[in-house]
């Protein structure tokens, strides 16, 4: 039979089960990829069609109770609060208590930088899509309190955060859009910043909010600049005065300053006459970065003529390599937009009568310099060995006790980027063992003070949840037989 009619006989013969066989077999499936809808439609029937408060009860045993078995590495992954949160959206109302604690504690893994959880980038994936999918906050009046205490506790750290699941809850509430707006007075730069983008992703587009997110395109900060833009593509926000700003900014003297400004302009789809004027004025600006900005924007609104591509092809060997990097990405960008699909890769080369031309005398010396210059990296960060180290291992492909040990020893070496490479390749080569579990578990946890710190604890905690997310619970042979009956009759 078809996958889903296999899930809704197998819910209901699980469903028919007394809650005292029930719970550990759920307890047993649970997470089991192969199981969760199972286990959602098995919550759902017993809710809708049998008894509420039983379904409730058995929600929360399963997933909230305090004193319940948990899963391997829940204090890292918080399945089982993600899975609560899932069955909730699925239409399970949890007694007030039991939702208050949920919602907690979702919120306690979202925003706390104490405990670490928000430095996880998966984890804070996974939480955001419950919080947009599953969880509808927007008129709770625990979550509107919690959220008023995050803004008004000035903590910088996660007032991004906060800004951004406002916008994803919609939480139009009187009192967080006023303290929003109080915030906009606010003599921090970012305080208002963030305040901005949260009551532009609310739709409050006035002139005082538009005026705050354009001086802050100007910011030094880059993480900054980025926030302000992702919120004006997302609402699609063509205002004069961000236009403006943007072509004034493209003359900026910062590369990222600049580089923002371009992008930006190309998603809005600023092509209006006087917009393409002013560009079309930049490619004749004495700096070549603002030239090569200029052509990018022109490029991305498909305004390209033979100015814009003389432009990009002289400045394609310009000596400042962020200058030819960037029109050579242009030029690249255009090649495939007008390729054929097959054409993507390139067209394949005959290298067989290929002879390399020899170097120039300046040709030679400049690889000379590149290598020596390499080597001096290797002598001055021996680090950057164990590294190579590890992504051979990977590559080679071969799983024994020597490269296990290998790969067990680089996850605690000193430096982040070693780590965050030895995390990859057990990830990839899927080395599922308690020790090389229990290490990258350590790493996980390891101190974000480490250089590469962040990709490093990243990296171990992804290797880590893919691994234990890819056993495969042995299936209960009652569930089997109950399963196959059912879908006879």
Known sequence: PHRTFEEYFAALYLAAKPDAELLPLLRRLLHDPRWDEVILLTLGHIYFAVNQTRAENLLEKLCLNPEREQ??????????????VRA???GIVLAQPHFDAMVNGVMDIYFDSDQNTSRYEQLQQQVEARLKNNLSLAGNEFAILYFLALLTSRNDPILEQVVRAIGLLGMKDKRVIATLLYMLNDEDDSVRANAAIALLRLDMKDEKVIAILCSELESKQSNTRLSVELALVEKQVTHDLVITTSLNLLAHDDSGTRSTAARLLSQLKADAADVLTSLFGLLDNPHKGVRVSAASVLVGLKAETDQVLDVLHELLHDEDDCVSDEAESVLESLRLRDAEPEDYFGEPYDFSDYEPPEPTPEEYAKQYAEYEAWLRERTENPWMEYADKASELQVIGEVNPQVVDALISLLAHEHGYVRA???????????????????????AQGSSGIMFGSISYNAAYEALYSIVSSQRSSADEAICKGLAEESAD
């Open 421 to 443: 490479r030895a995390s990859e390749a057990i990830e990839k080569l899927q080395i599922d063992t308690q020790e090389v579990k229990h290490s990258l578990h350590q790493a």
């Open 88 to 90: 909730a959206g699925d």
């Open 71 to 84: 899963p391997e590495y829940e204090d890292l992954f918080h399945r089982d609060l993600l899975f609560a």
